[in-house]
């Protein structure tokens, strides 16, 4: 009987849970935000894919399967090393100048 009860109990939270989520997607791939916490899903492929298989017609444009990766590469960069702290601090920085200052607006990441 208990068992019934955590079934319904998660059923309930289940649905309270599609109700609240929202997920829209992009050309790129979609958003998912569900209680004030964002996912980004982007869709990619292997560097070797993107010219010889690619059909504009069918797939993700390339433009976006190049940012997507690009993603990816900062991503792990980041990974690696934003365990030093003064890194961390220094990417905070930069994106909070660059939101609020109009001159570092034009500053592109160096692998675009």
């Not at 964002?38 to 894919?49: A, F, S």
Request: a neutral charge.
């Amino acid at each position: 009987q208990d068992h019934e009860h955590y079934e319904g109990e998660d059923e309930c939270s289940a649905a309270r849970i599609r109700q609240e989520a929202t997920c829209k997607s992009h050309e790129s791939g979609f958003t998912y935000v569900y209680n004030g916490i964002t996912l980004n899903v982007l869709i990619t492929t292997l560097p070797n894919n993107t010219k010889e298989t690619i059909d504009p017609e069918k797939h993700v444009k390339l433009e976006d399967l190049k940012n997507s990766m690009a993603a990816i590469r900062h991503a792990r960069w980041f990974e690696e090393n934003a365990y030093q702290s003064s890194i961390r601090v220094l990417v905070r920085l930069l994106k909070d100048f660059k939101r609020r200052i109009p001159f570092f607006r034009i500053i592109k990441p160096l692998d675009h």
